[in-house]
């Protein structure tokens, strides 16, 4: 995730001073997050014996 939609996110979560390195770390574990469900999603469809990923597959991954 580039750092400025990082820095974006969080100030709209509130945040009026955000430091770099908080930055960086918000944006790493958006990124494990995302790859997390990524893999559940891929693995609920295998499951399905599908191979497209569906929004439920997303949906139940969360």
């Known amino acids: 995730m580039p750092k400025s939609i ?4 969080l100030k709209e979560g509130g945040a009026t001073r955000i430091s770099d ?3 960086i770390e918000f944006a790493n574990v958006i990124n494990k ?3 997390s469900v990524a893999k559940k999603a ?3 469809a295998a499951h ?8 439920d ?4 991954a969360v």
Do not use: P
């Not at 990082?6 to 996110?9: C, E, G, I, K």
């Not at 399905?48 to 929004?55: D, H, I, L, P, S």
């Not at 597959?57 to 139940?60: A, G, K, Q, W, Y």
């Open 57 to 60: 597959d997303v949906e139940l």
């Open 21 to 23: 390195a908080a930055v």
């Open 33 to 35: 997050f995302a790859y």
């Open 48 to 55: 399905a014996n599908r191979k497209t990923v569906e929004k």
């Open 6 to 9: 990082a820095r974006r996110m």
């Open 42 to 44: 891929t693995r609920l």
